[in-house]
């Protein structure tokens, strides 16, 4: 199997940004956005996904948090992409029910190659921490599209926005390492009528 490692980075007027993604790890994360909250739903994502993922973020959150949290979105997607490479022999599909105190929330994941987000957590307070709650749906939809996959996201129960947003993060984790695994009956090749992802 090809090394599903990478390195990418994004540099604009409101952010700069490094990310390494190795899809094949052991949970190990550096995160650095400047954002707590942030820092520790990127941390469980690479801890329960099995991805080491090192990350630092320098953003304009003399503004707000919009730009930092969107454009780590936007390089993430891009990233599991890249790592991806010509998808042969992964799953492709993926789905959890995460349980998290009074809160259930389900993730799956296509990685068909086409970009599309189904959001349906609810959420009632502005903010957790520093981190704007509006912005939880902005970072899914920057990484959905950034990576041309199909993600769903759905909150069956939960009353806690913490609880909510970290077992989204935790189920989204657990999909994707789902999706991204190799299935040796597919003899490297792509699970797809049509040939190709």
């Not at 936007?74 to 349980?99: C, E, W, Y």
């Not at 939809?141 to 806690?160: C, I, P, R, W």
């Not at 695994?181 to 792509?190: C, F, W």
């Amino acid at each position: 199997m090809a090394d599903r490692a990478v390195k990418c980075t994004r540099k604009t007027s409101e952010t700069d940004i490094v990310l390494e993604l190795n899809l094949d790890g052991k949970g190990d994360a550096k995160i650095d956005t400047g954002i707590g909250f942030f820092d520790h739903m990127l941390t469980s994502f690479a801890k329960h996904g099995f991805f080491d993922l090192n990350l630092t973020v320098k953003g304009d959150l003399y503004v707000d948090c919009h730009h930092t949290i969107e454009d780590t979105g936007i390089v993430l997607g891009k990233a599991i992409k890249g790592a991806l490479g010509d998808k042969k022999s992964i799953k492709r599909f993926g789905n959890f029910f995460l349980p998290m105190d009074e809160t259930l929330v389900m993730c799956a994941i296509d990685l068909s190659g086409r970009p599309y987000l189904v959001y349906d957590l609810n959420l009632i307070t502005e903010r957790v921490g520093y981190f704007d709650t509006q912005m939880v749906k902005e970072f899914f939809y920057a990484v959905s599209y950034g990576a041309e996959m199909n993600l769903n996201l759905k909150q069956f129960s939960g009353s806690n926005d913490h609880h909510i947003i970290e077992a989204a993060f935790k189920a989204f984790a657990k999909a994707l390492d789902e999706a991204t695994s190799i299935d040796d009956r597919l003899n490297g090749k792509v699970l797809s009528t049509k040939g190709s992802l």
